[in-house]
C-alpha cells in the first residue's frame, strides 16, 4: 500500500549533476527510514544512501559527492548526485520502511520502480 515512485533520471556528461526524488504515498503511519540502492548490469545491488530522523550514511564511492536529504511533511526524498562518474550509471532504486497504519508492530519495505541514470564520458 506504500508506493514509492521515482524521478529525475536522466542522461548526463561525467561532471554533471542530477537530482533524484522520491514519494512515497499510500496508506502510511509512519516512515521510519528511506534510501537509496542501485543496480548496474552485472552487479548487486547497493546501498547508495539511507536517511533516519537521527542519521545518514553514504556508500564510499559517493561520499562527498551525493547528499540524499527527506521532507518529512511530504513523504519525499531526494538524492542530490554531484560530480558524476561513468561508473555511477546504474538503475536507482528508492527504498521506504514505514509502518502503513497504526496497528502494525512493524515497518515493511517499499520499493519503487527505479529510474535510469545514465552517465556518459
Same mark, same amino acid.
Given at each position: ?6 524521478? /529525475?533520471?536522466?542522461?548526463?556528461? @561525467?561532471? /554533471?549533476? $542530477?537530482? $533524484?526524488?522520491? @514519494?512515497?504515498?499510500? +496508506?502510511?503511519? +509512519? ?5 537509496? %540502492?542501485? &543496480?548496474?548490469?552485472?552487479? &548487486?545491488?547497493? $546501498?547508495? @544512501?539511507?536517511?533516519?530522523?537521527? +542519521?545518514?550514511? %553514504? @556508500?564510499?564511492?559517493?561520499?562527498? *559527492? ?8 511530504? #513523504?519525499?526524498?531526494? $538524492?542530490?548526485? #554531484? ?8 538503475? !536507482? !532504486?528508492?527504498?521506504?520502511? =514505514?509502518?502503513? #497504519?497504526?496497528? +502494525? *508492530?512493524? =515497518? !515493511? #519495505? !517499499? ?11
Amino acid at each position: 500500500q506504500v508506493r514509492p515512485v521515482e524521478s /529525475g533520471g536522466g542522461l548526463v556528461q @561525467a561532471g /554533471g549533476s $542530477l537530482r $533524484l526524488s522520491c @514519494a512515497a504515498s499510500g +496508506s502510511i503511519f +509512519s516512515i521510519d527510514a528511506m534510501g537509496w %540502492y542501485r &543496480q548496474a548490469p552485472g552487479k &548487486q545491488r547497493e $546501498l547508495v @544512501a539511507s536517511i533516519t530522523s537521527g +542519521s545518514t550514511n %553514504y @556508500a564510499d564511492s559517493v561520499k562527498g *559527492r551525493f547528499t540524499i536529504s527527506r521532507d518529512n511533511a511530504k #513523504n519525499m526524498v531526494y $538524492l542530490q548526485m #554531484n560530480s558524476l562518474k561513468p561508473e555511477d550509471t546504474a538503475v !536507482y !532504486y528508492c527504498n521506504v520502511g =514505514a509502518r502503513p #497504519n497504526s496497528r +502494525s *508492530r512493524d =515497518a !515493511y #519495505n !517499499y520499493w519503487g520502480q527505479g529510474t535510469q541514470v545514465t552517465v556518459s564520458s
